[in-house]
């Protein structure tokens, strides 16, 4: 049984930094994309970015780029997602997901396995 489990979420002020964990079991990371999307309330599920298997390159989110980092730990089976100068508007849910495709993209239907989220609020 696949399982993704997101970690590290809570409530920051703006400006903080903020790192997410995803620990999968079921699956081999060093074999799969991973990604991050989040949804904020009232809003559509938007993609934050994805880390495609075998060094096949990184997308970001225009929005993201520069802010936010995904990385991997292959030895722990987990994945990353580090946030800086957090924003009142980057308040959501953040769903780490897992594709054994690659390269990878945005698109919430591309993605195989989910997580259930966690919540991230920025606010002071």
């Known amino acids: 049984q696949v399982q993704l489990v997101e970690s590290g979420g809570g409530l920051v002020q703006p400006g903080a930094s903020l790192r997410l964990s995803c620990a999968l079991s079921?699956?081999?990371?060093?074999?799969?994309?991973i990604g991050w999307f989040r949804q904020a309330p009232g809003k559509e599920r938007e993609g934050v970015g994805c880390l495609a298997r075998s060094d096949e390159g990184t997308v970001y989110a225009p929005s993201m780029e520069g802010r936010f980092t995904i990385s991997t730990d292959n030895d722990k089976n987990t994945g990353y997602l580090e946030m800086n100068n957090l924003k009142p508007e980057d308040t959501a849910v953040y769903y780490c997901v897992a594709d054994r495709r690659a390269p990878c993209w945005l698109n919430p239907q591309r993605w195989d396995y989910w997580g259930q989220g966690i919540q991230v609020t920025v606010s002071s």
């Open positions: 079921g699956i081999t990371l060093r074999a799969y994309s």
